[in-house]
């Protein structure tokens, strides 16, 4: 059964840093890519990065704040948020892709999400 | 980027009704394409993918369709537990945009 399980969430003051890391099961990690999706308090989804199966190839949205990373070893994805703002409060969804490129495929798996809470 | 507009936002139907949302992207993406449903309070679950492909364990009575920049996701003899947001992504070119969902009311 695939599990994606995110941690690392919390309150950060603006101008913060934090990073959300998602541990995955069932499913053979290092043969997907993997995306983070948000959600700002009731609002809607929000692609914010991707990463190949390997690790060697990330697309981002958040160009510059935000960097995606993956552990193949440890079956661990990784997002980082540097310089955060208030409008980057938000759950943070892990998700599967369908194939090793985030490229064309679905998300086929979600993770129940982080809370990421951006205030002074 | 590519803009993903759904619309309307809400939509209001009943038990047993069947239903069509729509989805439009700014320029074509081919079927790539994929539809999800978020429950509240729950993590989104991919419905359909590559534009009319149903995902696994999704009840038959979803179906979706389209192509270029037009897309439709139908649902047939509503069931109380469809009432949820329906997003739609295109998956075509980064970055991977959604749309704004719609919500199906009762």
């Known amino acids: 059964e695939v599990q994606l399980v995110e941690s690392g969430g919390g309150l950060v003051e603006p101008g913060g840093s934090l990073r959300l890391s998602c541990a995955a099961s069932?499913?053979?990690?290092?043969?997907?890519?993997m995306s983070w999706v948000r959600q700002a308090p009731g609002k809607g989804l929000e692609w914010v990065s991707s990463i190949s199966g390997t690790g060697g190839d990330t697309f981002s949205a958040v160009k510059g704040r935000f960097t995606i990373s993956r552990d193949n070893s440890k079956n661990i994805l990784y997002l980082e948020l540097k310089n955060m703002r208030a409008e980057d409060t938000a759950l943070y969804y892990c998700a599967k892709a369908q194939g090793e490129w985030p490229h064309l495929v679905p998300l086929d798996y979600w993770g129940r999400g982080t809370l990421v809470t951006v205030s002074s | 980027d590519i803009q993903m507009t759904q619309s309307p936002s809400s939509l209001s139907a009943s038990v047993g009704d069947r239903v069509t949302l729509p989805c439009r992207a700014s320029q074509t993406i081919s079927t790539y394409l994929s539809w999800y449903q978020q429950k509240a309070g729950e993590a989104p679950k991919l419905l359909i993918s590559g534009a009319s492909s149903l995902g696994s364990g999704v009840p038959s009575r979803f179906s979706g369709s389209g192509s270029g920049t037009d897309f439709t996701l139908t649902i047939s003899n509503l069931q109380p537990e469809d009432f949820a947001t329906y997003y739609c992504q295109q998956t075509f070119i980064t970055p991977y945009t959604f749309g704004q969902g719609t919500k199906l009311e009762i």
């Open positions: 069932g499913f053979t990690f290092s043969k997907y890519a």
